[in-house]
């Protein structure tokens, strides 16, 4: 591994004081340019991992630090792919201006801006959507415009809650590939949670497995795929299928069995 | 499809609109006609409506109507200008919100009309006065529609905009306003019928020289003038409450149209 970008140290969280803990004491980190899974049980604390590290939730105990610094703000350069895709979206903006907003906030032309959001619509699909509006739009759109508005604000560093689950099955192939040709072209530093173990291997680098909540690190297994990977030749190879046995294994019982 | 759908339906129901309208005027005009009620109190319907036609061409009257309207829209945009941002404030923060319910819910109950008196004590018998009673009568719905508005912002899209670096003012502008909008206008939407009883009473109590449909009843309740203007009086009134209404919905349909969708959807 490389100099870390995201280093999440004795993270521990509480909804509610003297509550039970979502988080107990997840430690790992990701380094510069690493395309990190995050795979857990639902309800395991993955989302809650997600906002501690975006800085949009405070640590009840430990700590996150992105290049070093501890996060107490969301950090400049991030962004965030929800889970809740829907909520997401501003309903009274065009999915064009959705996309476009939060590159209003950063020194860019309108001329690049213009470029960025007709880029990213293209590499979701959705070229033709821009003047439509998300409600009109199916959830797997939604999905795809919120990932777009992510894209086009080249974060160096994305994180992604469970991004892909609600498309069909083409669709999330499709995207797993773009989220990789994305990943590839910005250099940017992937955290990427999902419930799904095969989606989880065939991405990353590296998995990290989350122990059912309150969460611990139960393992991290590092991948060892060729890249670029590939829906049909990566997901045939005997390390995919070793490795994603070893997520499964891991999953169904947590903190057994470390490779 | 749907579109045509709509169409039918809104012409289906002016249909039946105009329906009540005529079974109302032909029961009014037999019930007149026939005597069953003495004309000294309720003149034929056609007489009213003849009435009412003469009047909406005569300058007095149209200028009378202005004046209320002056009174009304004023006062409304007065209410809007305080109550939308203490709105927005008093809904962001909690605190704020938990030290202004008691001071709302002392204030709220006192009937505007019962404030009259204090008004002209106050401001006089002019469109001041009037102003004032209507902004203070439309503030609360205004008020109270924006702080749940505010309050009602889905986390996930405030979180969306604190996410990609948005401060507070700016998360502020770009989605909590936004996204209350619909509720402030439904604020603005029940405040203006509010407003226009409220501008026509005082009016009605007030009295004085300022042109207003209030005044103009009160200088037409001496014995000798013809009861239809008094009735004609109170059609416009009541047609002008209508046509409020019916802008007021079109204009949320128009412009909100997005927040119901996007409710029906999720
Ligand atoms: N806003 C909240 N208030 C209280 N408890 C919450 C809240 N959000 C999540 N939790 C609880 O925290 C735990 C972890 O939730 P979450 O991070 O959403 O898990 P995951 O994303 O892995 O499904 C769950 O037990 C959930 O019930
Ligand atoms: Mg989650």
Redesign the pocket.
Known sequence: MTSARIEVEHLG?R??AG??P??DDVSFSVGQGEFVSIV????????????CVAGLAAPTSGEVRIDGVVVRDVPPGLALVF?DYGRSLFGWMTVHDNVDLPLRRRALSGEERQRRVASALAEVGLAGSAARYPWELSGGMQQRVAIARAVAYAPQILLM??PFASVDAQTRSDLQDMALSVWRAHGSTVLF?T?DIDESVYLADRVVV?SP???TVAAEIAVDLPRPRDQVETRAMPAFVTQRAAVARLIRRPGVGTP | MTVGRGVRRSSRRTLRGLTGGLVLFVGLEVLTRAELVSPTYLPPASAVVATTLAILVDPEFLQAVAGTLAGWGLGLIVASAIAIPLGLVLGWSWRGYRASTTAIELLRPIPSVALIPLAILLLGRGLDMRVALVAYASLWPILLNTIYGVRDVDPVARDTARAFGFGTLATLRRVSLPSAAPFMYTGVRVAAAVALIVAISAELVGGGSTPGIGTWMLERTQPGVDRELMYAGIVVAGLLGLGIDILMLAGERRLFGWHHRMRSVS
């Open positions: 969280y909804y509610a509550g039970a979502a988080l857990g049980p639902s309800g395991s604390g993955k989302t809650t991992l997600l906002r889970q809650d469970e949670v419930h989350l909540a309150p969460a």
